[in-house]
């Protein structure tokens, strides 16, 4: 169990935690608070950070060290490792001594050769790839320079950070798609506006007209918008 004065400081993370997601803080800030509060809160944690992948791509986000965004790296070239594993599959993966766990042998010889001897992974989320997006998924990584099991505590701890980084990551992308959508309202209303001139009709007409072409051309609205007000915009 924790003593009072670990207590405290739970109490007193949860709090800066929850300030943060409360007020228009950017996400860099709310994940740069998870995982230094990781860090501090949790013995034995010397380096934290968060990876998200989006299909071919990867970031290391909020990391405590470089040797984090290097250990990430090699995971996407390896193809393999504790952090890829949650992010993609387990959904928590720990891992007590790299030198002795032969789950992946590549990534195992250079996290010990850069000074880490134990993971804990946290899954953030995860959506598969479809014909429209390439996916997503992400995770909450805690590295060690010793070898080290985590106890029960500390994992529930690492849940409770994870949940708040992953809600983080889910608003702004929230936040993301109403802008984007917010602009694609505006592009739209501007190529009506167009339409409606060019060839006298009223608003839904136009509307029509757009949707008729977008299913013709197989091409979305938005994409059509666009061209028309860059059309118009030319002559």
């Known amino acids: 169990m924790a003593d009072k004065s670990e207590q ?29 509060q990781a860090v501090s809160l949790m013995s034995e944690v010397h380096i934290a950070d968060v990876l998200l992948i989006d299909g071919k791509r990867h970031q290391s986000m909020a990391a405590t060290s470089d040797i984090a965004n290097e250990l990430d790296t090699l995971q ?8 890829l594993a949650a992010a993609t599959a387990d959904g928590t993966v720990s891992c007590t001594d790299l030198s002795v766990d032969p789950r992946w042998p590549r990534f195992a010889k250079a996290a010990v050769e850069a000074g880490v001897r134990s993971v804990l992974s946290f899954q953030l989320y995860f959506y598969p790839a479809t014909a429209l997006s390439a996916g997503g998924r992400g995770a909450l990584n805690l590295f060690s ?78 994409v059509l918008a666009q061209q028309i007000v860059d059309t118009a915009q030319a002559e």
Do not use: W
């Open 145 to 222: 320079h010793d070898a080290y099991e985590f106890t029960l505590e500390q994992q529930a701890l690492g849940a409770m950070l994870a949940t708040h980084a992953a809600s983080a990551l889910i608003a702004a992308d929230r936040q993301t798609q109403f802008e984007s959508a917010l602009g694609s309202r505006d592009l739209i209303g501007q190529a009506k506006g167009i339409l409606m001139e060019r060839f006298k009709v009223d608003a839904t007409r136009a509307f029509e007209l757009m949707v008729q072409l977008s299913q013709d051309t197989n091409k979305p609205v938005r």
């Open 76 to 83: 996407i070239e390896f193809g393999e490792g504790p952090c």
């Open 8 to 36: 405290v400081d739970i109490r007193s993370a949860m709090a800066e935690l929850a300030a943060n997601f409360g007020s228009p803080a950017d996400v860099d800030v709310i994940l740069g608070t998870v995982t230094s």
